[in-house]
């Protein structure tokens, strides 16, 4: 901020220039905790505009140097030697832990869960109906076989960290607009376990873990449905420091089937049916699951009406010893190209259809529902 003019810190912290102690100490907190980085990853000028609300507050939250600011403005700042001070900071995150405690550098320091693992399957529908042993291969994070996770090689000790004299914390000391702030960071030896291996495993470089392939298979359920998960408890990255394992997550994919379109644990298809048969009605077969099975058409059948066949769906994931239905959407079909004895057979009976054939109860609304949920 040094090559362009500094702004009114009471301008940057919103407050009025009557503003006593506590309303300038709240109003930088709240702004400070807005622009912590984790906030505000997507912003490149987050930092910048952290370490201006720190030297408004500095000048402010000091009534000698308000008072100077108040009579001569950042000049009178400079010229008595008052100028802010941010050195030793490397980012905002130091900024922000030394302002408000921050724990600083992470680290083990404990048993700590494996994170969880995801992997998605792809089963076609009829795998889905009758469930299925869907075998399994993917990476994983599992305890180094050599050292068995305490990342010495066999036969070495594992002695106190010298760093930290086995404490697995540090001080570290950084410099602040209010003078040297202490704070308790990881060890960045032994990373917060007070202890290192003598001789690192050569298998795992001492980590104690190693990526290794899995294969397994899991248990798919009858009746799951796409998008839903399945969770392994205890089957994801191994954990440090004698941490449980994560969890794997495994998201069903079930693949389309042109045959059929799902709704809930219903199934549907479209039949065509001759315009003829569903003037006289008729026997035909439709698509299900596991083959085909007989539909009753009945005489009058009109577009787009739905002919339900009772628990021929999707057996229920929830509701065992139930299954959906199969609905199937009559769609009739007109004959494009007809012969002359096919026409003059159409011609006659055309000429017999009067009013009464054509008459329904159902209204204009209901006719325009059915033709559109075709």
């Not at 009758?130 to 090689?153: D, I, M």
């Amino acid at each position: 901020m040094s090559s362009t003019v500094p702004r009114d810190p009471y301008e940057v912290l919103g407050v009025a220039r009557d503003a006593d102690e506590t309303t300038i100490k709240k109003a930088f907190r709240k702004l400070a905790r807005e622009l912590h980085p984790d906030v505000n990853s997507h912003d490149p000028e987050a930092e910048t505009k952290f370490k201006e609300a720190a030297e408004a507050y500095e000048i402010l939250n000091d009534a000698e140097r308000r008072a100077t600011y108040d009579r001569h403005g950042h000049e009178g700042l400079r010229s008595g030697g008052m100028g802010p001070n941010f050195d030793g900071f490397g980012s905002i995150t130091d900024l922000f832990d030394a302002f408000f405690g921050g724990g600083g550098g992470g680290g083990r320091g404990g048993p700590a869960q494996g994170d969880d693992v995801g992997i998605q399957v792809d089963i076609p529908l009829v795998e889905a109906a009758h469930g299925v042993k869907s075998p399994l291969s993917f990476e994983a994070v599992e305890l180094c076989r050599t050292c068995n996770g305490n990342g010495a090689e066999p036969g070495t000790p594992i002695v106190k960290c010298e760093r930290c004299n086995g404490a697995g914390r540090l001080q570290a000391v950084s410099r602040t607009p209010f003078g040297q702030v202490v704070r308790t960071v990881a060890c960045d030896v032994c990373h917060g376990d007070g202890r290192t291996a003598e001789q690192p495993c050569e298998t795992c470089d001492g980590r104690g873990r190693e990526v290794r392939r899995r294969d397994l298979e899991v248990d798919i359920p009858a009746g799951i449905a796409d998008g839903q998960r399945i969770r392994l408890s205890g089957r994801g990255h191994a954990g440090e420091a004698g941490g449980p394992p994560g969890d794997l997550y495994v998201l069903v994919h079930v693949l389309p089937d042109e045959r059929f379109l799902r709704d809930g644990d219903d199934l549907i298809t479209v039949l065509d049916v001759p315009a003829p048969l569903a003037a006289l009605g008729g026997t035909l077969s439709a698509p299900t699951i596991d083959g085909e099975t007989d539909v009753e058409v009945p005489a009058g059948t009109q577009p787009g009406e739905s002919l339900t066949q009772r628990g021929l769906g999707m057996p229920g994931l929830r509701r065992a010893g139930r299954s959906g239905d199969l609905k199937v959407i009559v769609n009739v079909v007109i004959p494009r190209k007809l012969s002359k004895d096919q026409k003059k057979l159409l011609e006659q009976f055309a000429a017999t259809v009067t009013p009464e054939n054509l008459r329904t109860d159902e209204t204009m609304v209901g006719k325009l529902k059915r033709l559109f949920q075709q």
